[in-house]
């Protein structure tokens, strides 16, 4: 017991720097790109009217005072990390006064919940499928079902969205091809606003699995081929244990450890949003809006947003390391 | 059995779930509870808007301007049309007459109407102006602070009625800052925004409004705005032309342009902003409701702007004119306009947008000049212009677009503009040989020996007509031996072009009233005073960095004189015939939007053929639509 306690303190410190040097790097990349948030503002607020040129030396100086630019690199970013610290990232630039936390307190609730759901569900039916697939080698729906797995796996996701958004939305118009829900709706936990929500994630739920169930499932499937091979199961078989008992005591429950892994670092990668789901569906979530940060040079909004995503994979990384001794007996810290 | 029966019976449930959620899942596409038939849905190109409950437009970071607040909501002084008008170019909006200027230009004069009230039953009178200006002014940093803070001494309103601005300085355009074009400075309600704070940090999250919609919800997340019309909409300046027939405007972000082409298709988008040559005929083709700006090829709205090959005339190898020049005769406008709008675009020759009230006055009438203009390219004389272009170009789209392309010259010039630059690379080697570049094996070298390379700077998939305009361009110069390579700068054009980081950039300098021949609306910022040193951020609009003696002095004369004077024209003709022969930066076309309105719900949308306003759904002058459409059903 001692032994893990200081295995899971030292892992705990090292998910502490990786959280730090992670934030510093997006810190750094955000704060080296071309594009000059100030600048970005100004040329979208004299783009249309009449604006006298030498008014615009003056309007960049309010923004900066504005934004917090004044001041020098190092206070800038040790200010930086003061506001992290409690969790708070300062105010958006490209919807100023906004606060960042704000915005992605308002993204997050839907990227978590079509990209939760859509990891899981995918997760579920790719091992089930695969595990069946690779215990069951001769059955010829499997097969075949493998062959459209193995078809569908390579195919870029953008093509897959934008082929259901053209048979669904367009030959077949019976999903709603944009949005989160339905527009004059009221938000609330009515049926019907919940309702109108299922619908309008159908179309990107359905690509993001039609793309992700094929890795689950050749995943799966190789490693149960694997497993069936193993003494402990020919030994099940042969001592008359049904196919159904050896299948789901022998076999998936030995397979399925790494792919609980994978499912983790899935799961952490749901808060740095799907952005290509999002751009093609419409979808309010913290996809887009990082897309949309980067092209405003919206620091704070990249930063806010990158920085829940480190966290988030880190975080379901120590969280699988951490569980892993505790239930897989092959596993010992020594 | 029971197994079987149980896999059925969660089968059945499976499929009857997905099959109610599917059910009618084609109207999800509109908002519910509002009759379709009285409500017009229009695209706002912002997309989605991440500040979506802030409506503060006078906040230096407005966020949302055309998710219908200043279509629809907000009002001004002065309107003046890109096209024809609903009753002339010019409409006194919130103001009863034309601005007033003293004899020497420091002072204007407005009269304002009266009747007018704002959606909370407030009446609107000079104390809103006044206030307005004073908010800004006092409060640094709002959107139109710097400007009015620069021109304003003080504003007075000896009465409800009245405004009289005394300005710092004479300036015979200061009514152009209360002016629509694409927007201007709208008028705060004083009665909600003097109880704020901080005007910057004040959201006006329940906008009170003054023109003849209020609002009536919006999405939380910012895809889409709907807007309801006032009861009181009498009381409102755009009641002059009637009822707006819209009870409803829902304002939305349909997604990228292919979902757009499917929303209107599905009867879900009844305007369309824009969208790419390829979906225009897709719509043509396919969706017989959609109607373009003109009835057949080119199809799109010409706005008054005028995307150009921009030199950055601050580099050695672009300060002679002779290599701005010897670069033109390169550039093959058939091909590019080929490769930008696939054929649909509008050409200009000169630094003018061929729209509006431009072709007659400066297109049309300096045909003549045009066609004599000569260059020296130090061996010979030649006369580059080919008033022939835009036929050449109706032309060779005939044989595929069959009689959708017209063969009136007045259709062609209307619809393709007029004549361009002949390509002629003899003449091209023979300015660049007299500037001192010469050709080595098939690379042109700079009069220093090093290799002539250009850096043409696009913007990438976010604006592709130009892109494809910008790839084109640099594949002749390729051709031709200058080693030009397409730098795309995706997301930070803006940045780059205010930088003066490129070396020719696609993008324009010139933008225009279009319903008015007045060209200062660019033209003043191209003022030597205002040209940033290398290295130095560039104000709008004068991106190539361009100056000239003879060219302030024109700006000069057009500052002191009457925005109606003609000789503004004159004066006007004076810099297209200085831009030509100094050609700071390549002029193409104009920006043709492809504005496509659905005609299953409404009818009597501005087209080329009734051009009574702008259809361009982004645009504060597009609220005339309003009152002009009609409901079909």
């Given at each position: 017991m001692r032994a893990y306690a200081r295995y899971a303190f030292g892992r705990f410190l090292q998910f502490l720097l990786v959280v730090f040097i992670g934030i510093n790097i997006a810190y750094i990349i955000t704060h080296a790109t071309p594009i000059d948030p100030v600048e970005h503002t100004v040329s979208v607020a004299t783009a249309f009217g009449h604006t006298a040129p030498e008014a615009i030396e003056s309007m960049r100086q309010s923004l900066r005072e504005l934004y917090g630019l004044t001041g020098s690199p190092i206070e800038q970013y040790l200010n930086f990390w003061r506001r992290v610290l409690v969790a708070d990232f300062g105010p958006s630039l490209s919807a100023f006064p906004s606060p960042v936390s704000t915005l992605i307190g308002r993204a997050i609730p839907w990227t978590v919940g079509l990209l939760g759901v859509a990891t899981i569900l995918t997760w579920i039916i790719g091992n089930l499928l695969g595990g069946l697939a690779g215990y069951y080698r001769r059955s010829r729906i499997l097969k075949g079902f493998g062959i459209v797995a193995m078809a569908l796996h390579p195919m870029p996701y953008y093509i897959a969205a934008i082929l259901l958004l053209i048979v669904f939305g367009y030959l077949w118009p019976i999903l709603p091809i944009s949005g989160g829900s339905q527009m004059n709706v009221a938000r609330g936990w009515s049926s019907e606003y919940i309702l109108s929500v299922v619908r309008h994630s159908m179309l990107p739920l359905l690509s993001l699995l039609l793309v992700g169930l094929g890795g689950w499932f050749v995943g799966m499937r190789s490693l149960v081929s694997n497993v069936v091979t193993e003494d402990y199961v020919v030994y099940a078989e042969l001592a008359g244990v049904s196919k159904r008992r050896i299948l789901t005591a022998y076999v998936m429950r030995n397979a399925i450890a790494p792919q609980v892994t994978g499912l983790a670092i899935s799961l952490g990668h749901v808060f740095s949003g799907a952005l290509i789901t999002e751009r093609v569906f419409g979808y309010p979530g913290i996809g887009s809006l990082l897309v949309d940060g980067v092209h405003a040079g919206d620091y704070s909004l990249v930063l806010g947003v990158t920085t829940v995503s480190i966290v988030g994979v880190s975080l379901a990384v120590l969280v699988i390391d951490l569980i892993y001794p505790l239930i897989d007996p092959r596993v010992t810290v020594s | 059995m029971k197994s079987a029966a149980r896999w059925l019976a969660a089968g059945v449930l499976a499929g009857s779930t997905f099959w109610g959620l599917i059910q009618p899942a084609n109207a999800q596409g509109i908002p519910k509870d509002i009759p379709r038939n009285q409500l017009l849905i229009l695209e706002n190109p912002e997309g989605t808007v991440k500040n979506a409950a802030w409506f503060n437009i006078w906040a230096i970071n407005a966020n949302s301007q055309s998710n219908g607040l200043q279509q629809a909501a907000l009002d001004t002084l002065w309107y003046i049309d890109p096209n024809s008008g609903i009753d002339g170019v010019w409409d006194n909006s919130l103001a009863s007459e034309k601005p007033v200027y003293n004899a020497n230009f420091t002072e204007m004069r407005v009269k304002l109407r009266r009747g007018i009230y704002w959606s909370d039953g407030v009446e609107f009178t000079s104390a809103d102006v006044k206030f307005t200006v004073d908010m800004m002014v006092k409060t640094?940093?709002?959107?139109?602070s710097a400007v009015l803070a620069n021109a304003v001494e003080t504003v007075e309103t000896p009465d409800a009625e009245t405004v009289i601005f005394k300005l710092k300085r004479p300036n015979s355009r200061f009514h152009s800052l209360f002016t629509v074009r694409w927007n201007a400075i709208w008028i705060a309600p004083k009665h909600i925004f003097e109880k704020a704070e901080d005007p910057n940090k004040f959201a006006f999250e329940k906008p009170v409004s003054l023109s003849a919609y209020v609002l009536h919800s919006h999405d939380p997340d910012g895809k889409w705005y709907i807007w309801q019309r006032r009861s009181d909409w009498q009381r409102t300046s755009l009641a002059r032309f009637g009822e707006p027939a819209p009870r409803y405007l829902a304002y939305v972000d349909p997604g990228p342009p292919d979902k757009r082409v499917i929303a209107q298709m599905n009867k879900e988008l009844d305007v369309v902003h824009d969208i790419a040559p390829e979906g225009m005929f897709t719509l043509a083709r396919q969706n017989p409701t959609s109607k373009a700006w003109f009835k057949g090829f080119p199809f799109g709205h010409p706005d008054p702007t005028l995307p150009s090959a921009i030199f950055n005339t601050q580099l050695d190898m672009f300060k002679n004119k002779d290599v701005r020049w010897a670069l033109t005769l390169l550039v093959d406008i058939k091909a590019v306009s080929m490769a930008s709008y696939r054929g649909a675009a509008t050409i200009s020759p000169i630094h003018v947008p061929p729209t509006g009230r431009h072709p007659e006055t400066y297109h049309l009438a300096m045909q003549d000049w045009l066609a004599d203009f000569e260059i020296d390219t130090g061996k010979r004389k030649i006369k580059p212009y080919d008033r022939t272009m835009a036929r050449q170009i109706a032309d060779s789209l005939r044989p595929s677009m069959g009689n959708q392309i017209p063969s009136d010259p007045k259709d062609i010039a209307k619809a393709f503009g007029t004549g361009w630059w002949k390509p002629d690379p003899q003449a091209a080697t023979e300015l660049l040989e007299r500037a001192g570049f010469r050709k080595q094996g098939n690379q042109w070298l700079k009069p220093d020996g090093t290799p002539f390379v250009i850096r043409v700077v696009v913007e990438g998939d976010a604006r592709p007509i130009m892109t494809r305009a910008g790839s084109m361009i640099a594949q002749s110069w390729r051709q031709f031996g200058i080693d030009a390579r397409v730098d795309v700068a995706a997301g930070t054009l803006l940045t780059r072009r205010a930088a003066g980081d490129f070396d020719v950039i696609l993008s324009w300098s010139v933008e225009t009233w279009g319903g008015h021949q007045d060209l200062s609306f660019f033209m003043d910022s191209w003022h030597s005073a205002y040209v940033a040193p290398p290295g130095q951020s560039q104000p709008s609009r004068n991106w190539q960095r361009w100056s000239h003696p003879e060219l302030d002095k024109i700006i000069e004369q057009i500052r002191g004189i009457d925005f109606d004077d003609p000789k503004g024209i004159e004066l006007g003709k004076e810099f297209v015939k200085l831009a030509t022969r100094e050609m700071p930066v390549i002029p193409l076309m104009s920006y043709n939007v492809f504005t496509v309105a659905d005609e299953t719900y409404w009818t009597g949308f501005p087209t080329a053929d009734n051009p009574y306003a702008n259809p361009v759904p982004n645009w504060g002058n597009s609220r005339y639509m309003f009152v002009k459409i009609k409901p079909k059903q």
């Open positions: - | 640094p940093g709002m959107r139109w």
